[in-house]
C-alpha cells in the first residue's frame, strides 16, 4: 500500500537556504511567473520567488495576446508590474515571447475584410509590435525569447501563419527587429523536444546562417518538460554541446517533471487537448512518497548534467514555481492533478528541491568537454585579392568609372524610389541569387542583400550546369501599392518567379510561379490592378524559320491575386527589329510608358560579339510594336578587333528616368584581355555599365539612343549635376577599378559577397568559431569537377589581372584530401592549388591544371607540417602561382600557366571566373579527383 500525502517537507519557506545560492557562478535559477505573483506584492508565492530564484520569465504576460489583443491597443499594466517586481528583487529579466503561432491575435495575420494578410503587411505589423515591446523596456529586460517553437521534430520549420504569411525569413526578420529595437538587450531561439537531435541540428543550422550573416542571436532555449522516465538526460546533453561548439548559450527554459503517467502523443495533433480519463490521474488525493522520491532523482540527473555543462548553460528556469498553478494541471489532459515543481500547492519545499539544492552546494564533479564532432576541417587564416588593371585616369569629383560595376554582373536591371536607385544583376548557378544593390547617385553603392538567399527561394540542386541557374532579373518599383518586384528565369531550376519586398534591405518574399516559359521575362505596371510580362519565347506556331528565330511575348498578370490573367498572350514581335536580316535571339525585353507612349526594348544578335539592343514604340500598351526609325540604339559589333580599351558585346539595357529627369541605361559589356583581340577572353565576364540617354524625334519618332553606332563605350564619362550634388548613402562606395578585398574571418559574421556553387543542402562554413580568427571550412567529398555543391567559398574576380592569396592550415588524412587556393570558371576549366599527401603519404602542395583535355597535376613540392599560404598571380592571359610557409620567401611552383582557361572564350558559357578557398575529402573506402 502507498503512502499517499499532500506536503511531504517539514521544513517551511522560510527556513529554506534559497535554491538559487546553490548555484551561484554556475548558472542562473529561474521560474515563469504568473501575474498572480507580483501583481499585488508581498505575497506568499512572491516571497518563495525571492528567496529562491535569481531569473525570471513572464509565462503569458508579455505574450502578443495579452500586450496588443486588438491592432494599437497595449495593455502594459501586468507586464510593468512584471518588470518592476524583477528589478526591486535584482533579478535577470526574460520576456518571453514577442513571435509565436500560439496566444497570437488572429488581426495579426488577417485584413480587416478577414482575408489573409499579405507579406508586407505582417511584416510591418510584427516589427511594430516587437519595437512597441522590447522598445518599452529597452534597457530593462535583459533578454528576449524572440520566437518561439517555429521548428518540427525533423529539423524543419513547420507551418504556421508567420512562415506561410512571411517566408521561411521571418525568424531571422524577428530577430533583426528586436535587435532594432534595444541593441542591448540578449536574443533568444526557444522550442520544445531539444533532445531530439534532428531538431537540434535544424535550429542549429539556423544560428550559424544568423551568425554568418552577421544578425544577433546569443542563445537557444531548451524547453525541457519531462516526465520520470524520459527524455534521456544524454540527449538532452549532446544538444546543449551542439549549442556550446556553436559559440552561443545553452538555456533551459520550461523545467517540469511531470509524476503523471504519459499523456502525450494520443493523438496526431501535439496540441491537441485529450479527453479526461482516470488512468492519466491516478494521483489525485496527492502524490505517494515513493514517487516524489523518483522525481527528486530524475531532478538531480539533470541538474547534474547541467552542472557538467555550466560553463555552456547561462541559466536554469523552471515552468512555474508551486504545483496549484502548473499548466500540466489542464495539459495535454484537462483536470488532472499534477506535481513536477519545486514546490507544492501549499508552497512547502518539496524533496526534488531539497536534493537539487544540496546537489547544487556539495558537487565538485568534472564539467564536461564538448566533444569533437569528426569532421575534417580546414582553417582558412587570412583571404586577399587585388585588382592590377591599367585603367585610364578618373577625377572621382566630376567623372565616373566604367564599369559602374566589374566582375560578374551580367543582365543589370534598375529601378528607383524617389532619390534611391537599386541594382540587380543575374547569378547563375551561384547562390545566394541575384545581389541588389543601392545607390544615391548610380556610382557608390552599399549592399542590399539577395533576392534569392533561401533555400525556398531557390533551390539549384546537383547537376545544374553552372551556366544555368539564374537568368536576366528585372527589378521595378512599384508606385501603386508601395512595393519592390523582381521577376527571374531560374533556367533548369524552378522557370520564372516573381519574388516582392517593401524594403529590398529587410529581404524578398517566398516565390511565385509563374508559367511564363523560356527566359529572360520583364514586368510593366500599367495601374493599379494590371501588369504586364514580356519575355523571350520560341518561335510562331508557323515553326521556327532558321537557327536563333524567337519571338517577345506578353502576358497579363493580376496584381490583386497575384497570377496570370487565363487565356492573355500576344507576340510583340517576330525576329526582331529588322526580320528581312534574320536577327537572332531578340531577348532581355524590357516595357516602358515614357510621355504617353508605349516602349518595348530588347536586345538582339546573341550575348557574344553581335550583341546590341534596339527599341520599339506603340500608342498602346498591346500593340502594335513599330521598331523605331534608328536601330540598333546600342551595339559595339560595328568596331574592330583588338582596338585598345574596347568593350566587346554590349546590350542587354534596361532604361530608367532619375529623380532628376535624366534618362539613362544600364547594359552588360565585356572587356577582354588587352593583347587578345575580340571574343570573350576575359575572367572578369560581363559587366555593368551606364551611360546617359540621348532622345532624339518628335511624335511618333521619338525615341531614345544610348549610344551612337560606331563610338565605343566610353571607360570614363561625367557625371550629371545631380551625379556631383548627391549626397553618397552610408557604406557606399564604387563597385570598379582595382579593389582590394582582404578579410582575416575575424568575426563570425561572414562577409555576404562570399558565395557558393548551386544551394547547399548543409552549412559547412563558419568564421572566428570561438572567437579565434579564421575561416572553417569542411571538407566534403563534393569536388569542383562536379555538379554539386562543394566546399568552395569564393568571390567574382573583378579584374582581369589581379593577385590573390589565402593561408591555410589542415592536416591530410590521405593523397584524396586537399585544402587550399581554387580559380574556377566551370567544373571543367579551372586551376587548383592545395596542400595534401603525394602517393607515398608525404605532405605537399599540389597545382591542378583542368580544361577541355581533362585534369592533370601541372606540378607537386613537399612542404612541412603546419600553416600554408598559396598565391596567384595573374596578368592578362598569363598566370603563376606561388607558395611560401611562415615568413619564408614566395616559392613558385610550376611554370607561366595560360589564363584562358578563366574565360568564357576558352570555356564557352557566359559567366565569369571565381576565386576562393577549397577543401575537400574521400569518402570512406573511395577516391577522389581533387
Not at 582553417?379 to 591599367?390: A, C, N, P
Request: aromatic fraction near 12%; charge should be negative; hydrophobic fraction near 35%.
Amino acid at each position: 500500500m502507498q503512502l499517499m500525502v499532500s506536503t511531504v517537507c517539514l521544513a517551511t519557506v522560510s527556513a529554506f537556504g534559497g535554491i538559487k545560492d546553490a548555484y551561484t557562478g554556475r548558472f542562473r535559477l529561474g521560474a515563469a511567473l504568473g501575474k498572480w505573483v507580483y501583481e499585488q506584492t508581498p505575497n506568499a508565492e512572491s516571497d518563495v520567488v525571492a528567496a529562491n530564484f535569481s531569473s525570471i520569465t513572464a509565462e503569458n504576460e508579455m505574450k502578443p495576446e495579452r500586450v496588443q489583443p486588438r491592432e494599437g491597443e497595449f495593455h502594459w499594466d501586468s507586464a510593468d508590474a512584471f518588470v518592476a517586481f524583477g528589478e526591486r528583487h535584482g533579478m535577470k529579466i526574460i520576456g518571453h515571447c514577442l513571435v509565436w503561432h500560439h496566444q497570437t491575435p488572429d488581426w495579426f495575420f488577417k485584413n480587416a475584410d478577414g482575408s489573409k494578410a499579405d507579406r508586407e503587411t505582417l511584416i510591418a505589423r510584427m516589427r511594430a509590435h516587437i519595437h512597441a515591446v522590447v522598445g518599452r523596456y529597452k534597457g530593462r529586460v535583459h533578454g528576449w525569447d524572440v520566437v518561439n517553437e517555429a521548428f518540427d521534430d525533423a529539423g524543419a520549420l513547420h507551418p504556421s501563419p508567420w512562415r506561410d504569411g512571411i517566408g521561411e525569413d521571418f525568424i531571422e526578420l524577428a530577430f533583426r527587429f528586436a535587435h532594432e529595437a534595444d541593441p542591448d538587450a540578449e536574443l533568444y531561439y526557444n522550442d520544445f523536444n531539444m533532445f531530439n537531435q534532428n531538431k537540434i541540428a535544424g535550429v542549429l543550422r539556423m544560428v550559424r546562417e544568423f551568425r554568418a550573416k552577421g544578425v544577433r542571436i546569443d542563445g537557444v532555449g531548451l524547453q525541457s518538460h519531462n516526465g520520470l522516465g524520459g527524455p534521456a538526460v544524454a540527449d538532452y546533453e549532446r544538444s546543449i554541446q551542439r549549442i556550446g561548439a556553436e559559440g552561443v548559450k545553452a538555456m533551459v527554459t520550461e523545467l517540469d517533471v511531470s509524476v503523471l503517467p504519459n499523456a502525450w502523443g494520443l493523438s496526431a495533433d501535439p496540441t491537441k487537448l485529450h479527453d479526461y480519463e482516470e488512468k492519466y490521474n491516478p494521483y489525485t488525493k496527492g502524490c505517494p512518497a515513493d514517487v516524489l522520491e523518483a522525481q527528486a532523482k530524475r531532478y538531480c540527473e539533470l541538474f547534474e548534467m547541467y552542472l557538467r555543462n555550466s560553463d555552456i548553460i547561462d541559466r536554469v528556469t523552471l515552468w512555474g514555481v508551486n504545483d496549484a498553478t502548473t499548466w500540466f494541471n489542464d495539459y495535454p489532459v484537462p483536470g488532472r492533478t499534477d506535481y513536477p515543481l519545486f514546490f507544492d500547492k501549499d508552497l512547502k519545499v518539496k524533496p526534488c528541491a531539497e536534493a537539487v539544492e544540496k546537489l547544487g552546494r556539495e558537487w565538485k564533479g568534472e564539467k564536461a568537454a564538448v566533444k569533437p564532432d569528426g569532421k575534417q576541417k580546414a582553417l582558412f587564416k587570412s583571404f586577399r585579392v587585388e585588382g592590377r588593371d591599367e585603367l585610364p585616369p578618373c577625377d572621382e569629383k566630376t567623372q565616373f568609372r566604367n564599369p559602374i560595376v566589374d566582375g560578374m554582373a551580367p543582365d543589370p536591371s534598375v529601378t528607383r524610389k524617389g532619390d534611391d536607385y537599386y541594382l540587380a544583376n543575374s547569378s547563375f548557378g551561384y547562390f545566394p541569387g541575384v545581389p541588389v544593390w543601392h545607390s544615391k547617385d548610380l556610382v557608390n553603392w552599399d549592399f542590399c542583400g539577395y533576392v534569392q538567399s533561401r533555400k525556398s527561394q531557390l533551390d539549384m540542386k546537383e547537376g545544374l550546369d553552372v551556366n544555368h541557374g539564374v537568368y536576366a532579373p528585372d527589378i521595378k518599383y512599384n508606385k501603386y501599392n508601395d512595393t519592390f518586384y523582381m521577376i527571374v528565369s531560374v533556367v533548369n531550376a524552378g522557370g520564372a518567379m516573381i519574388y516582392k519586398t517593401k524594403d529590398p534591405y529587410l529581404g524578398w518574399g517566398e516565390p511565385i510561379h509563374v508559367a511564363v516559359p523560356e527566359i529572360d521575362p520583364g514586368i510593366f505596371f500599367e495601374n493599379e490592378t494590371t501588369a504586364y510580362i514580356v519575355n523571350n519565347d520560341v518561335a510562331p506556331s508557323t515553326g521556327e524559320e532558321y537557327p536563333g528565330h524567337r519571338t517577345i511575348r506578353m502576358r497579363k498578370y493580376d496584381l490583386v491575386n497575384d497570377k496570370l490573367v487565363e487565356g492573355y498572350e500576344k507576340i510583340l514581335v517576330n525576329k526582331g527589329a529588322k526580320p528581312e536580316v534574320k536577327p537572332i535571339w531578340c531577348e532581355g525585353p524590357h516595357l516602358y510608358k515614357i510621355n504617353g507612349a508605349y516602349y518595348l526594348m530588347t536586345a538582339e544578335g546573341g550575348t557574344g560579339y553581335m550583341h546590341s539592343e534596339v527599341i520599339y514604340r506603340a500608342e498602346n500598351v498591346e500593340g502594335p510594336y513599330v521598331p523605331c526609325k534608328v536601330n540598333p540604339i546600342l551595339t559595339q559589333r560595328d568596331l574592330p578587333y583588338g582596338r585598345e580599351d574596347g568593350v566587346y558585346c554590349a546590350g542587354h539595357a534596361d532604361l530608367f528616368e532619375t529623380a532628376d529627369g535624366d534618362w539613362m541605361a544600364v547594359f552588360l559589356g565585356i572587356r577582354p584581355y588587352a593583347r587578345v583581340g575580340g571574343g570573350d577572353y576575359s575572367p572578369t565576364g560581363r559587366n555593368t555599365y551606364l551611360l546617359p540617354v540621348k532622345w532624339i524625334g518628335e511624335g511618333a519618332e521619338r525615341q531614345p539612343i544610348i549610344l551612337e553606332q560606331g563610338k565605343s563605350v566610353p571607360l570614363v564619362v561625367e557625371k550629371r549635376p545631380w551625379q556631383i550634388a548627391a549626397a553618397k548613402s552610408a557604406g557606399a562606395a564604387p563597385l570598379t577599378g582595382n579593389r582590394v578585398f582582404e578579410d582575416r574571418f575575424e568575426t563570425a559574421k561572414v562577409d555576404p559577397l562570399w558565395i557558393q556553387l548551386r544551394t547547399p543542402g548543409e552549412f559547412w562554413y563558419r568564421s572566428a568559431v570561438g572567437g579565434k580568427p579564421g575561416m572553417e571550412i569542411e571538407a566534403r567529398t563534393q569536388t569542383i569537377y562536379e555538379r554539386g555543391n562543394p566546399s568552395y567559398l569564393c568571390r567574382w574576380l573583378t579584374s582581369r589581372s589581379f593577385d590573390v592569396e589565402t593561408t591555410v592550415e589542415f592536416s591530410p588524412r590521405t593523397a584524396d584530401d586537399l585544402a587550399g587556393l581554387a580559380l574556377v570558371q566551370n567544373e571543367r576549366n579551372n586551376y587548383v592549388l592545395g596542400k595534401t599527401l603525394d602517393a607515398d603519404g608525404n605532405v605537399c602542395a599540389v597545382l591542378t591544371r583542368c580544361d577541355k583535355n581533362g585534369r592533370r597535376a601541372v606540378a607537386s613540392v613537399p612542404v612541412a607540417d603546419g600553416a600554408v599560404s598559396f598565391r596567384a598571380e595573374g596578368r592578362d592571359e598569363k598566370l603563376r602561382f606561388f607558395l611560401r610557409q611562415g615568413d619564408g620567401e614566395w616559392r613558385q611552383i610550376g611554370g607561366e600557366e595560360k589564363a584562358d582557361v578563366l574565360t568564357t572564350g576558352t570555356a564557352g558559357g557566359f559567366i565569369g571566373a571565381t576565386v576562393g578557398l577549397y577543401a575537400v575529402r574521400a569518402a570512406e573506402g573511395e577516391a577522389v579527383q581533387k
